[in-house]
């Protein structure tokens, strides 16, 4: 079983980071078919991989390689092609795996299909910020 902390993924445009650098936003403020969510579980499960990506901290000032876990991460127009790779690659690995398994040493099994839909909508939200040409905002628990 999957904890309840979840990390919030939302779309938001140059504009936006430009308005709103420096100001702790929350998850509310963005309409649902630009804002997602996925279970802190899956994020630590795909976390090392993470780190391959660049991204930005809330002031949009300081750079580093991997989401800030409990901050607020900007990842940049020019990182989601990457972002994008990361998520399919681990949605390949998930589809080899058993229907229940462990997950970041947990005592319970864990439903693959909960992995596959955290994974699914997150890659979702990255294509369609590709398409529109804008970033993620990733707000950590």
């Known amino acids: ?3 309840n902390i979840m990390h919030n993924f939302i779309i ?4 936006f980071v430009i308005k709103n650098t420096g ?4 998850s509310a403020e963005f309409p649902a078919e630009n804002n997602i969510q996925v279970h802190d579980d899956v994020i630590l499960f795909i976390w090392n991989t993470l780190r ?8 949009n000032e300081k750079e580093k390689f991997g989401l800030y876990y409990d901050g607020r991460s900007y990842i940049h127009f020019e990182q989601l092609e990457l972002f994008s790779k990361i998520i399919f690659n681990w949605l390949s690995f998930v589809d080899l795996i058993n229907e229940k398994f462990i997950i970041n040493n947990q005592d319970d099994e864990c439903s693959k299909s909960i992995i596959e839909d955290d994974l699914k909508k997150l890659s979702m939200l990255i294509e369609k910020a590709l398409q529109e040409k804008k970033w993620i905002l990733h707000i950590g628990v």
């Open 23 to 26: 100001r702790l936003v929350q």
């Open 12 to 15: 938001v445009d140059e504009q």
């Open 1 to 3: 079983m999957l904890t």
């Open 52 to 59: 391959l990506m660049k991204c930005r901290n809330y002031k």
